[in-house]
């Protein structure tokens, strides 16, 4: 796995080489895939700000937000999980839309929820969501291969992660050459098997890149699995790691 120019290696086994160098580019740095829409500065007032935070969940409320008869709010979610009832005044909460507050939302703008990981775009309330499902700056999950491993981060987080705490072999460098060798491939660790007509088990091997899709395309592969005279070899470009290693082997 490389940590410098970041990419991951999901497979291990047989008798393989791994060949792997950054493609050329010439392409300028990348742009914010929002910027039409979000706006560098200052987020609205924290008061009117805070009157959109559920009382529940305390996460930004979103239409249909629902008041109980006394005023109190709270986000459609939390008013399943309240029995519908007023967690402050246990008053019958029925169906109340607060109409005012979802109007004033209209007109607020306010910060991607990762500004304190670099996102210092701000945006119409209505399009935050949207922008932070594929915010650039948005946590990554662990890509450690079979594993249900919880941990997110930036990149360097899940690189200390991997190797602290997986284990996981780690190269410096844009470029590597590295060669792994199993006479017993049922012993490899972190491989993935399939079955097939019979028992015999499929061999699959993957790279992901640590970064996102638009980086990882900067980047090939060059993957060689050899045993018993015979040699089998894949080019192509590395996945990024926002697909999780299931998404990717199913493909």
């Known amino acids: 796995m490389l940590s410098k120019k970041p990419l991951e290696s999901n497979s291990t086994g047989l008798d393989y080489e791994v060949k792997m160098s950054k493609v050329e580019a010439n392409n300028k740095p990348?742009?914010?895939?929002?910027a039409s829409i979000g706006k560098h500065g200052?987020?609205?007032s924290n008061g009117v700000y805070e009157l959109l935070e559920c009382l529940v969940c305390t996460n930004l409320m979103y239409p249909p937000i629902y008041q109980c008869p006394n005023g109190h709010t709270l986000c459609s979610n939390c008013k399943l999980k309240v029995h519908n009832t007023c967690p402050i005044c246990r008053y019958e909460l029925g169906n109340i839309r607060c109409l005012a507050l979802e109007k004033v939302a209209e007109s607020l703008?306010?910060?991607c929820r990762y500004q304190k990981l670099g996102c210092h775009d701000i945006f119409p309330y209505y399009s935050k969501l949207k922008h932070e499902q594929h915010c650039r700056f948005r946590s990554y999950n662990c890509p450690y291969a079979g594993s249900e491993c919880s941990v997110t981060g930036d990149i360097q987080t899940l690189v200390d992660h991997l190797k602290d705490d997986h284990k996981v072999d780690m190269h410096?460098?844009?470029?590597?050459?590295?060669?792994y060798v199993k006479s017993n491939p049922?012993?490899?660790?972190?491989?993935t098997w399939m079955l097939t007509l019979g028992t015999a088990p499929v061999y699959m091997a993957f790279l992901r890149f640590m970064g996102d899709e638009k980086?990882?395309?900067k980047f090939s592969y060059s993957l060689e699995v050899g045993a018993h005279s015979r040699k089998l070899t894949w080019q192509g470009i590395p996945r990024s790691i926002r697909d999780s290693h299931r998404k990717v082997r199913d493909s």
């Open 30 to 34: 990348a742009r914010s895939g929002n």
């Open 42 to 44: 200052l987020h609205s």
């Open 109 to 111: 703008e306010v910060p």
């Open 172 to 179: 410096d460098g844009c470029t590597f050459n590295h060669r």
């Open 186 to 191: 049922h012993e490899v660790e972190n491989a």
């Open 215 to 217: 980086e990882a395309k």
